[in-house]
Antibody, heavy 119, light 110 residues
Framework: QVQLVQSGAEEKKPGDSVTVSCKAS????????IHWVRQAPGQGLEWMGR????????NYVDKFQGRVTMTRDTSISTVYMDLNRLTSDDTAVYYC????????????WGQGTLVTVSS | QTAVTQEPSFSVSPGGTVTLTCGLG?????????PSWYQQTPGQAPRTLIY???TRSSGVPDRFSGSILGNKAALTITGAQADDECDYYC??????????FGGGTKLTVL
C-alpha cells in the first residue's frame, strides 16, 4: 500500500526544537520529492520546503530559512523535518506530501502531525 | 513573494454549479504555474483533486474540472453535493523550486 505515515503529536515549549518524521512505503522512496506543508489552527495550508530523497538536496521557503532542516534516511525510507527556535506561532499540523509523477503537485499526503508550542 | 488569492467563501445550491478561482496578487496565472487543487474536510489531510491545470487525480469524479479562466486558474464543481461542503485550496508553482498555496475557499452547499 502506497502511503506516508507520520510520527505522533508533539508538545514543546518556546525555544525548543521539534523533529517530525514521515515514513514512506509502497513505492520507490528515492523516486519522488517529499514536501512539508503546515496548517495553523483555523488557517490555510503553507508550503515550507521539499527534499529530494535521492540525494538529500533540499530547499525551503524564505520564511523558514535558517530554522528548518529536512533530511532523509534511505535505509528506512523516512524523511525528517526539524524546526528549531519554536514559538507559539509554530503551533500547527505538519503534513508531509509526496510529488506526483510530474513533480509539480502533491499526489500523496501523510496523516499530519500536530505540534503544539506552549509555555 | 506574490500572494496567491482565493475567494474566502462561496455558496452553491445542491445540484448547482460553482467556479472557484485562484489568482496572483500581481500578474496572471498560466499553465506554467501548474495549478493544482486540493480538497480538505475538517480534521483530515488534504485530498488532491486536480493537477497541471485540468487533470483529475485518480478517483476524482468528473463533476470536478480545472481550467484557466482569464488571468486565473479555476475549479468548477457541477452538480454540487452536500459532501462537497469543505475547504478548497489551490497551489501554484512560483518558479525556482518554490510553491505557494492560496488562502483557501470555504464552500457552503445550501
Amino acid at each position: 500500500q502506497v502511503q506516508l505515515v507520520q510520527s505522533g503529536a508533539e508538545e514543546k515549549k518556546p525555544g525548543d526544537s521539534v523533529t517530525v518524521s514521515c515514513k514512506a512505503s509502497g513505492y520507490t522512496f528515492t523516486a519522488y520529492y517529499i514536501h512539508w506543508v503546515r496548517q495553523a489552527p483555523g488557517q490555510g495550508l503553507e508550503w515550507m520546503g521539499r527534499i529530494n530523497p535521492n540525494n538529500g538536496g533540499s530547499n525551503y521557503v524564505d520564511k523558514f530559512q535558517g530554522r528548518v532542516t529536512m533530511t532523509r534516511d534511505t535505509s528506512i525510507s523516512t524523511v525528517y523535518m526539524d524546526l528549531n527556535r519554536l514559538t507559539s506561532d509554530d503551533t500547527a499540523v505538519y503534513y508531509c506530501a509526496r510529488d506526483g509523477a510530474s513533480n509539480m503537485y502533491f499526489q500523496l499526503w501523510g496523516q499530519g502531525t500536530l505540534v503544539t508550542v506552549s509555555s | 513573494q506574490t500572494a496567491v488569492t482565493q475567494e474566502p467563501s462561496f455558496s452553491v445550491s445542491p445540484g448547482g454549479t460553482v467556479t472557484l478561482t485562484c489568482g496572483l496578487g500581481s500578474g496572471s496565472v498560466s499553465t506554467s504555474h501548474y495549478p493544482s487543487w486540493y480538497q480538505q474536510t475538517p480534521g483530515q489531510a488534504p485530498r488532491t483533486l486536480i493537477y497541471a491545470t485540468n487533470t483529475r487525480s485518480s478517483g476524482v469524479p468528473d463533476r470536478f474540472s480545472g481550467s484557466i479562466l482569464g488571468n486565473k486558474a479555476a475549479l468548477t464543481i457541477t452538480g454540487a453535493q452536500a459532501d462537497d461542503e469543505c475547504d478548497y485550496y489551490c497551489m501554484l508553482y512560483m518558479g525556482s523550486a518554490i510553491w505557494a498555496f492560496g488562502g483557501g475557499t470555504k464552500l457552503t452547499v445550501l
